[in-house]
């Protein structure tokens, strides 16, 4: 069913409440089980070898001595995998090659990057494991490689793949290049718009790849039966993409594999996709035992997706009065050793903020030796932003206009056209930007050496296939089985709500927890922002159908017609006593008496959840600089967002404080560093500095309201957005400090002192 | 691999000389335990030093401490009346890891480990702190600024061990303090570490001073120029600058992904400078 359930306004009683999470005292007390903590008797341990190199091609294979090992039961190569056609299918808002995912999984011609799968050993212990790979002689033809997006786009650049011709380009090329894919957005006339304007801005901007930062490594339990059936139990983001991707690379039928999602210790987007999964399934397949695979650290680093680093060129003009009259970027985004960057949802966010005549962007999907990028909350648009919203802040300087009143002139509004398709609908944005101008923060005195920056973000938020059951049980309590895991947002609470304030009970009297790939039909996996707004409408359509079968059950036992029969604070009630009259039933009572009226009474919702609301959100920042060493101090955070509705505002808070803490780290020390060899030279948390508490004011949240009119309750997803804003916003803050526009991510702090240095030794 | 807990530090140093240099000293283990993990080190033998009580124990010395080579960074910070006099070896240990990592971490593991970038050795550097060593051929001292040789090596022979690390008496008017930068408050690694000790005559006039640098060269340095910088100045903003540029001038780093050796150099000046400031403070406080 292709379902929107339309939003209601009504008087709430568990909506909008912080009751406790139903994981949270596991997770607090230890006994929350995550992807690790999963063992069955008599397992191995699977180990990866994994190329040393940024490219090679690969001569030959041997791995005769590692199975000579004692202990060593299975290794598997290249050679275990069938060979995929091209064939493309979604995960999250990123697109993937099933040809490229079995080239991910175990390189076959080349290895594309440091860190490249090449062989996988099942041992009876890690050491043994660990032995058997160093014993695995593998032959390379090492080639010169390509790193860098800008270089790597240059004809006669070092070439991942022979067959790879710029698509969207006509006629077809005729060489081959790492430019995978071109393509272009706009409307409008942009050579007129530039014409119209008084004042341009220009700019260009670099990004570095990053991490999504989440804590526990990828891990994952194999179980091969001999009848051809699988078990798998995994940390993911999807466990129905998980076992269709597996299905796929190994050939077997979906319903024979088996995925019991286990807690997630962070996804944000780099749970979305296969790594070792399939390597478990087949090394158990090939040894007859279950396999067990936990990344280290350095494998997380080395060989699974961060995103994008991007080269991004961004021109603005404008008239005075301070209308944007047309605007351009140029996105070129690094995919890593694959296609199917996030440079296509990176070009419709770059400007969807504004209401826009003339638009043009062409953006780049360029293969470059380094792993291939996977999702990162709100994939792509930070980028984009971070130049977009950077030449904005510029622009109104120039102008002389308050930034945020600048915004407000050319803010996009209910009707905007959107350059990339559809109609904006009802949307925030303006009442995000005038609360943050009501805000007492964006008046607070500043110190010396301190400067105050604005940016927004926007993001589409998405629906898509969700199922859910909801069965009750025999005393009146109700379990409720979720499709979409809950990437430790506390999801699962929220969802539980929406079907207690649907039946009027109690938040306890609803247990949620996530089923697995036997228990429910295909759920597309959490992303998107889209476990609260499509579970959620799943979850209601599930309780309403509930509430209609208690109605039945009522009418049969009191020997009155469905429609005298309401539904009303937990319990049936006459609709009113001119209709009929009869003794209320609570829900307990018809639940006890299910068995005899008719049988057990459950909903169920299958829908391809539809009209999911975007999301705007506007931050403000306070930085300080030291001037003598570049370091740059968060002093006061406040995140302003359209959430359509917070369901429980806690997590929404926790939300938009996570996405901008996350946007801090990317702003100011993340990235990845790459040698001359193309060797990843940090892959550990200690060089890879993510931001740790003390680095971080309190983030301050303000949750606007302005429902989506496409859910029940008016739910709009929230987790992405407040990522998309940070790293302009603190760039434009230090511009405000020291005058210095950096264009260059991470600002950390010898770029900013080199910035520091050179703009007063110019001033000498 | 073996495991010993040794009580006595006679036996710790009969099952060092004994393994042909494939033994390992185990205090909290901070270092150890992660190089054992990552592969890095593959002893034979781990040696724990914590069942010595020597080791575990901070004396008050002829005016000094004698530090316990297994003394825990947590159980310095905690004792107040070291900390009051060595406030600046106190900086530099708290910096070290988080609270957990204090807990096992131990003062003589961080100079052992010999990291150019250890946040417990500029201050030992600055204060005159002395290593005693103890080995098959009996106990020696050694200078902190001499002990280290560079990254992962010190000047321990085969069978040797640190007993413990000797802090002099701290003179009157004295104050000493360290600083490190760091890209993250916490939980990071000195991308420079400054230490200053220095001492006051009745006048305000500085009589001697010591600068230590950490991770601007292969291994934490002593830098006299800088001290000379100081030595006879009210420590006024002029001296401050000349110390800063000393500082600076003394630094042999590298580039790395650490930082710039630009970076270091300039910023190892702007570390002293202000950890100077903060000496000279105590200093005055202190009397
Ligand atoms: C999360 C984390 C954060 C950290 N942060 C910091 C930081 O901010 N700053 C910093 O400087 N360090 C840091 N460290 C490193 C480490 O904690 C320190 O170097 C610590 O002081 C080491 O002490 P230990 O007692 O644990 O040493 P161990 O690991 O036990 O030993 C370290 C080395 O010294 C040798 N050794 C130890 N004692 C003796 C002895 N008595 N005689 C001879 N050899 C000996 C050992 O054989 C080993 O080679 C961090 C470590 C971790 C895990």
Redesign the interface.
């Known amino acids: 069913m292709s379902a929107t359930l339309k939003y209601q306004e009504k008087e709430l009683k568990l909506v909008g409440t912080r009751p406790l999470r139903p994981d949270g005292v596991d997770k607090v007390t230890g006994r929350a089980r995550f992807g690790a903590d999963y063992n069955l008797p008599g397992q191995l341990i699977g180990k990866v070898l994994r190329s040393p190199h940024a490219l090679a091609r690969i001569k030959s294979i041997d791995t005769s001595a590692a199975l000579a090992l004692p202990g060593v039961k299975a290794v598997v190569t290249r050679d275990d995998f069938a060979e995929m056609p091209d064939e493309m299918a979604a995960v999250g808002e990123l697109m993937i090659n099933f040809r490229d995912v079995t080239r991910n999984m175990m390189a076959r011609e080349k290895v594309l990057y440091d860190g490249h799968p090449l062989a996988a050993v099942a041992a009876t212990g890690e050491s043994v494991a660990r032995a058997a790979l160093a014993l695995i002689k593998v032959e390379y033809e090492v080639l010169p490689h390509a790193i860098d997006v800008v270089e790597a786009m240059k004809p006669g650049a070092p070439l991942l793949h022979e067959h790879q011709y710029t698509q969207g380009v006509k006629p077809k090329p005729d060489r081959p290049s790492n430019v995978a894919k071109r393509l272009e957005f706009g409307h409008g006339d942009i050579a007129a718009g530039f014409r119209q304007a008084e004042v341009i801005v220009e700019r260009e901007f670099n990004t570095k790849p990053v991490h999504q930062g989440y804590i526990e490594p990828q891990a994952c339990l194999a179980s091969y039966s001999a009848d051809g059936q699988a078990e798998l139990w995994t940390s993911t983001q999807g466990h129905f993409v998980f076992r269709a991707q597996c299905a796929k690379v190994l050939q077997m039928d979906v319903s024979k594999i088996r995925v019991t999602p286990t807690e997630i210790g962070g996804g944000f987007g780099g749970k979305n996709n296969i790594y070792n999964e399939a390597l478990a399934i087949a090394l158990s397949r090939k040894s007859g035992h279950p396999v067990k695979m936990v990344m280290t650290r350095e494998e997380v680093f080395s060989s699974t997706g961060p995103t994008s680093g991007a080269n991004v060129k961004v021109k603005l003009g404008c008239t005075r009065d301070g209308k944007i009259t047309a605007a351009e970027a140029e996105l070129n985004f690094q995919a890593g050793a694959f296609p199917g960057s996030s440079v296509n949802q990176a070009s419709m966010c770059a400007f969807t903020r504004y209401d826009l005549a003339n638009v043009r962007i062409v953006g780049h999907d360029v293969t470059v030796n380094r792993p291939k990028v996977a999702a990162y909350r709100a994939p792509g648009a930070p980028i984009a932003v971070f130049g977009v919203e950077s030449v904005i802040d510029e622009m109104a300087k120039k102008l002389g206009i308050d930034p945020i009143e600048f915004r407000l002139r050319n803010a996009a509004k209910e009707g905007t056209q959107t350059y990339y398709g559809p109609k904006l609908g009802p949307i925030g944005y303006i009442q995000t930007l005038e609360a943050a101008r009501a805000h007492p923060h964006y008046r607070a005195p500043l110190g010396p050496n301190q400067g105050r920056g604005v940016a927004t973000g926007f993001w589409f938020n998405i629906g898509n296939e969700t199922t859910c059951s909801l069965n009750l049980q025999e005393d009146g309590t109700l379990t409720l089985m979720l499709g979409t895991i809950d990437v430790a947002g506390g999801s699962r609470a929220s969802m539980a709500m929406m079907v207690a304030e649907e039946l009027g009970i109690e938040f306890d009297r609803v247990r949620p927890f996530v089923g697995d790939t036997a228990s429910l039909g295909f759920n597309f996996l959490t992303a998107g922002s889209r476990g609260t707004f499509a579970s959620g409408m799943a979850s209601v359509i599930a309780a309403r159908q509930v509430i209609e079968k208690l109605r039945q059950r009522v009418a049969k036992i009191r020997e009155v017609p469905l429609e005298a029969v309401a539904w009303k604070d937990g319990h049936a009630r006459p609709v009113d006593a001119t209709v009929a009259q009869f003794a209320p039933m609570s829900l307990p009572e018809i639940a006890r008496m299910a068995g005899k009226t008719g049988g057990t009474i459950a909903g169920h919702a299958e829908i391809n959840a539809q009209g999911a609301g975007p999301g705007f959100g506007t931050h403000i920042v306070d930085v300080e600089v030291d001037k ?4 740059v101090k968060i002093l006061r955070y406040t995140v302003v967002q359209d959430v359509g509705k917070a369901i429980h505002p806690a997590y929404v808070e926790g939300q938009l404080q996570g996405g901008a803490v996350q946007g801090i780290g990317w702003a ?2 993340e990235e990845y ?1 790459y040698g001359e060899d193309g060797v990843l ?2 892959p550990g948390f ?2 890879y ?1 993510i ?2 508490a ?2 971080l004011p309190f983030i301050d949240t303000v949750i606007v309201e302005v429902p989506n009119p496409n859910h029940p309750y008016g739910v709009r997803g929230c987790g992405e957005v407040p990522i998309i804003a940070p790293m302009a916003a603190i760039a434009n803050a230090i511009e405000n400090a020291i005058g210095l526009r950096l264009c260059e991510q991470p600002l ?3 770029r900013v ?2 910035a520091i ?1 050179e703009a007063a030794a110019a001033r000498r | 691999m073996r495991y010993e807990a040794p009580k006595t530090l006679e036996q710790a140093i009969a099952l060092l000389s004994g393994a042909n240099g494939q033994a390992r000293v185990l205090a909290g283990g901070t270092d150890v335990l992660i190089q054992l993990r990552s592969g890095r080190a593959d002893p034979q033998l781990l040696v724990d030093i914590k069942a010595i009580p020597e080791m575990r124990a901070v004396v008050a010395d002829s005016g000094g401490y004698r530090i316990g080579a297994a003394v825990t960074c947590m159980e310095l910070i905690e004792n107040e009346v070291f900390a009051r006099d060595w406030p600046g070896v106190v900086d530099g240990v708290k910096l070290i890891g988080s609270v957990q990592v204090k807990g096992r971490a131990t003062l003589g593991g961080n100079l052992c480990n010999a990291s150019p970038a250890a946040d417990g050795v500029p201050a030992l550097i600055a204060a005159g702190a002395l290593v005693c060593i103890a080995g098959p051929l009996g106990r020696r001292e050694a200078p902190v600024e001499d002990f280290v040789l560079g990254p992962g090596r010190t000047s321990l022979g085969n069978g040797e061990l640190v007993a413990a690390i000797q802090l002099p008496r701290r003179a009157p008017h004295s104050g000493d303090a360290y600083l490190r ?1 760091t ?7 000195a ?1 420079v570490g400054a230490a200053v000790y220095l001492t006051l005559d009745g006048k305000g006039v500085c009589r001697s001073a010591r600068v230590g640098l950490g991770a601007v060269a292969a291994r934490a340095l002593l830098v006299p120029a800088a001290a000379a910088a100081l030595i006879g100045t009210t420590v006024d903003e002029a001296a401050l600058e000349r110390l800063a540029a000393a500082a600076s001038a003394a630094c042999r780093p590298i580039d ?5 050796k ?2 270091r150099v ?2 190892a000046g ?1 570390m002293a400078r202000r950890a100077a400031a903060i000496a000279i403070e105590r200093a005055r406080r202190q009397g």
């Open positions: 003598e060493t570049g370091a100011l020390n560093v030279q940090n200690l060089d500095r931001p740790v003390s680095d950390s702090p010898p002192l080199k240095d | 930068f890209p993250r408050t916490e939980m990071d690694i991308v790395d992904k650490r930082g710039t630009q970076f300039k910023v702007v």
